[in-house]
């Protein structure tokens, strides 16, 4: 007999037609079909009353940082923050309910806070004079800090940085307190409440040191369930995290032992530029050791470059304005090498690559790799492609990778602003930035989420980025696409990137129960409203994870 039923939905099952309600028998669907014929057998089933929601299988974000996303949970946010009077008005009140922070921290600063000119650890400093305070753009590549930060961090008289990162330097021969890059900002993670575990993932791969106690590992735990929380109240059910290390493994193997995993979590290996190419080995001993419904990892994650709004985005030509078209972190030869390693193992690799360059050496080392190993099904995933050469564009789907982009990075989205032609972007590359509906219509796999926390892990205004967007000037082109297809890149297609596309990503019977009941019919709706949409309930293996 079902556990649960779902009656009187609007049932888009990814297998064929729609359907009307569904039953649930041991963490499987176990029945698709009419209200009739899943009241017949409801039983003594748990019914959920749908009311002509939309039933879809459960959300996957194919992007995410988990552990840093849940720290940032309770930092402060400074999105919208303009000018040092605004910022003091919201940082001052923090300070004062934070007082024996070491470091006051926030995220998502605006590389404009200060409006034409780059922010300074002076505009910090009439913020917040007498404490360490320090705060992350929203993409995490850069940290602002003040005065006292840089000092209490041994970053004021600069600091020898690996290759790719920064500590900017003023005229006065003193760090301006702008850090570009992990290598420049470690020190100050080092110091957030969480000693720069959230991030670390990120910016070494490697796991604390020491080994934190039983104490600590409590503390990092409760902060990544409340992110789980967070997740399964947007209808989230699996996450693709995008940085790891053995220690974020070790959490979530013990999170899944005590029952506050609510969301299937893959973490990857992350090799890091600096990294000898050997280390895509541990990638195999984390393979054999995590390997459940719940956990897992399958997959290296390295960086090819950083991001536009810093310039450290690699471009195939110089940024307007400028002689420089930053550098690859990875070179060439080390990058196909670690390809080709990775992919001889079975291991799925995914990349960072914003800019056109990074894009290109990226399509390049998968090529390499399908040259010395042979063609096979890898479905290696380039994360974000922000700009790309037209050239390249077809090789995507020739080479059988991923376009694995986040609709609310891009202008047309309408979560950052636009960026003017001849700013950051030469007109012409504008032309191929953030081109989802270019790139798939070239019939290469596509697949949606959002990178959190950079913008939220919220799953509806992504969705309404996608589609309905806002209007942009003409030079842009129009990336929208459909609400159905949409969808599909945010669940069927993002259970095919991660290998269980035959488990999950669809209704029909013997697959996993996860599943989100939205509280109204998506495809009824304004498009321009789909980002007010809210799950009702969020089931993840039949176990009913959030309801509203």
Same mark, same amino acid.
Request: charged share 25%.
């Given at each position: ?60 974000? $194919? ?24 910022? @003091? ?16 921290? /926030?995220?998502?600063?605006? =590389? ?21 305070? @320090? ?60 000693? %720069? ?29 409340? %992110? ?55 990638? /195999? ?71 056109? @360059? ?44 991923? @376009? ?14 636009? =960026? ?6 030469? /007109? ?20 949606? $989420? ?39 890149? =945010? ?41 007010? /949409? ?15």
């Amino acid at each position: 007999m079902p556990d649960i039923v779902i009656l009187n939905g609007r049932v888009i099952t990814f297998d064929g037609p729609d359907a009307e309600a569904l039953a649930i028998t041991g963490g499987e669907i176990a029945a698709v079909g009419t209200n009739s014929e899943i009241r017949d057998i409801a039983g003594n089933a748990r019914i959920i009353d749908a009311q002509g929601g939309t039933v879809l299988p459960g959300f996957i974000d $194919s992007h995410v940082h988990l552990f840093g996303g849940s720290a940032e949970l309770d930092f402060l946010n400074l999105t919208g923050v303009k000018g040092v009077d605004e910022l @003091a008005g919201v940082l001052r009140p923090y300070g004062v309910e934070r007082p024996n922070d070491t470091l006051l921290f /926030a995220c998502s600063i605006d =590389y404009a806070l200060m409006g034409d000119r780059g922010v300074t650890r002076h505009d910090l400093d009439a913020a917040m004079p007498d404490r360490p305070f @320090a705060a992350c753009t929203a993409d995490h590549h850069t940290v602002y800090a003040n005065t006292k930060a840089l000092e209490a961090a041994g970053l004021l008289h600069g600091k020898d940085v690996a290759e790719g990162s920064e500590v900017v330097m003023g005229e006065d021969g003193l760090a301006t307190g702008e850090l570009l890059e992990a290598d420049a900002f470690g020190p100050i993670l080092a110091m957030t409440t969480f000693g %720069g575990r959230e991030m670390l993932g990120m910016v070494t791969g490697a796991d604390p040191v020491p080994a934190p106690d039983v104490r600590t590992r409590a503390i990092d735990k409760a902060a990544i369930a409340k %992110g789980f929380k967070h997740c399964a109240a947007q209808g989230i059910t699996g996450l693709h995290n995008m940085d790891g290390n053995f220690y974020q493994l070790g959490l979530l193997s013990e999170m899944e032992e005590e029952g506050t995993v609510l969301c299937r979590t893959e973490i990857p290996m992350h090799l890091k530029h600096t990294d000898p190419v050997e280390r895509v080995d541990e990638a /195999a001993e984390m393979r054999t050791k995590y390997n459940t419904d719940m956990v897992w990892s399958r997959r290296v994650k390295m960086f090819m470059d950083g991001v536009l709004d810093s310039r450290t985005a690699f471009m195939l030509e110089p940024y307007p304005g400028t002689d420089t078209c930053s550098e690859p972190l990875f070179s060439a030869q080390q990058f196909k090498a670690a390809c080709i390693r990775a992919d001889a193992m079975g291991l799925q690799i995914a990349v960072h690559a914003i800019g056109d @360059a990074a894009v290109r050496q990226t399509l390049d080392g998968y090529e390499a790799a399908q040259m010395a190993n042979g063609v096979r099904d890898s479905r290696h995933r380039i994360e974000h492609i922000e700009t790309i050469h037209p050239d390249d564009i077809p090789r995507i789907k020739q080479l059988g990778a991923v @376009a694995s982009m986040q609709p609310l990075h891009s202008p047309r989205g309408g979560f950052f602003p636009c =960026y003017e032609a001849g700013d950051i972007l030469h /007109a012409h590359q504008i032309k191929t930035a953030f081109p989802w509906k270019t790139i798939r219509d070239t019939g290469a796999s596509l697949v949606f $989420s959002t990178d959190w926390p950079v913008v939220p892990v919220d799953v509806m205004p992504t969705i309404q980025g996608a589609v309905a967007g806002v209007e942009l000037p003409d030079i842009w082109p129009d990336q929208r696409l459909g609400l159905r297809e949409t969808l599909a890149a =945010y669940t069927r297609d993002n259970a095919w990137v991660e290998f269980n596309e035959h488990r999950k990503g669809r209704l029909r019977p013997g697959m996993m129960a996860d599943i989100v009941v939205m509280n109204t019919d998506l495809d009824s709706i304004d498009p321009r409203q789909l980002g007010s /949409a809210r799950p009702a309930v969020t089931i993840c293996g039949g176990r009913i994870t959030y309801e509203a």
